[in-house]
């Protein structure tokens, strides 16, 4: 009898969530399985479907999409997972998989008596009780949680589970999924981010630094794809500049790496930095923020350079993209170095390798 996983999609259909699950989705549809699948239904799209078609033996059971907008709903959400899981334990049940996350928001999956794996791409903000993180002692003893950076698990172990949880945390860096095309060459330099326009991208200091650069060179560019709720205030507040542009979701950002000169991403908070990995295997020189798991991809001066946000002051930032904008040689540097290191630590091989270890199917 084959081994039975159930796998749980939590994922937003734009950036690194979605392309982990697809990922993974991958991954278990070439092992010898017996795949139950949960998605909600503003999941699916043209990839997943033709997947699914693909493989028809897959167990799939969709959830309204208004079970993944409310904690109530998300709540209703876990139960009727939780109740599969038990209505099939009696089968040869190897274990339950969840694509994303959350201590507070998920807390009845920790009932589940199986084998469970927890997928985690955000940061815990929100420290828990300490007579809870006790308690948490006795629900992880079939539990196990993985996330994408060094960071990342020092937060989780810091904010949720405490020191005991060592070993039931462990992380597997993010792989690039974009697609190499061969690089553009334009006029002048872009200086291209990419990302949710939110508070925690920092886009008002990027603004800053994007104003500064480009009153005093006058062809250099900076371009943001992405959307979110920071977006139409953005555009607006950019909009007489024709060399700072907003130009919202983009579904094919190879074009825009293949143009691009120099990332930046400006971050308060990062898990890790899909785009920033992204940007590596372009070979283009990164500036970043010194915040979350960034400067795990980042070399310092070598692949680029880790910059303060702490103080919001934009000067280190513009003095580090100065010298990019200045020195073709040491952009090339820094881009070949960023290559080297996202061969070393970030493709698709060595993901799939790590995520082999960790289930050992």
């Known amino acids: 009898m084959k081994n039975t996983v159930v796998l749980i999609g939590r994922f937003s259909k734009t950036g690194g969530t979605g392309t982990f699950f697809k990922s993974l989705l991958e991954y278990y549809l070439s092992k010898n399985l017996n795949l139950n699948l949960f998605l909600y239904e503003n999941q699916l799209d043209t990839e997943i479907n033709n997947l699914l078609h693909e493989h028809p033996n897959i167990l799939v059971k969709i959830l309204p999409q208004y079970f993944s907008n409310y904690k109530l709903n998300m709540f209703i959400a876990d139960f009727l997972i939780f109740a599969h899981c038990i209505s099939i334990k009696n089968k040869k049940m190897h274990q339950v998989v969840f694509t994303e996350w959350n201590l507070i928001l998920n807390f009845i999956t920790l009932f589940i008596s199986i084998d469970t794996m927890y997928f985690v791409h955000s940061l815990p903000q929100r420290r828990v009780p300490m007579f809870f993180k006790k308690l948490l002692t006795i629900f992880f003893h079939r539990k196990n949680i993985v996330t994408v950076s060094a960071h990342a698990k020092k937060q989780i172990l810091k904010n949720w589970l405490g020191d005991w949880a060592e070993k039931k945390v ?58 979110g709720e920071l977006f139409n205030y953005c555009f607006e507040r950019t909009k007489n500049n024709d060399r700072i542009n907003f130009i919202g979701h983009v579904r094919n950002v190879e074009h825009l790496y293949s143009k691009s000169d120099i990332y930046v991403q400006l971050s308060l908070v990062e898990s890790h930095g899909i785009s920033v990995v992204d940007a590596m295997n372009y070979s283009l020189p990164c500036v970043v923020s010194n915040c979350g798991g960034m400067p795990e991809s980042v070399s310092d001066k070598k692949s680029g350079y880790v910059v303060s946000v702490d103080n919001n002051d934009c000067t280190e930032v513009v003095n580090k993209i100065e010298r990019l904008i200045l020195d073709k040689n040491l952009r090339c540097k820094m881009g070949e170095e960023g290559f080297s290191r996202y061969r070393e630590f970030f493709t698709k091989q060595k993901w799939i390798e790590s995520i082999e270890e960790i289930h050992k199917l």
């Open 170 to 227: 462990s992380y597997i860096y993010n792989h690039s999924s974009v697609p190499l095309i061969k690089s553009q060459s334009t006029v002048g330099l872009t200086i291209l981010t990419l990302g949710h326009v939110r508070e925690y991208k920092n886009p008002k200091l990027w603004i800053e630094v994007a104003e500064k650069i480009t009153n005093k060179y006058d062809d250099v560019k900076f371009i943001w794809g992405g959307d």
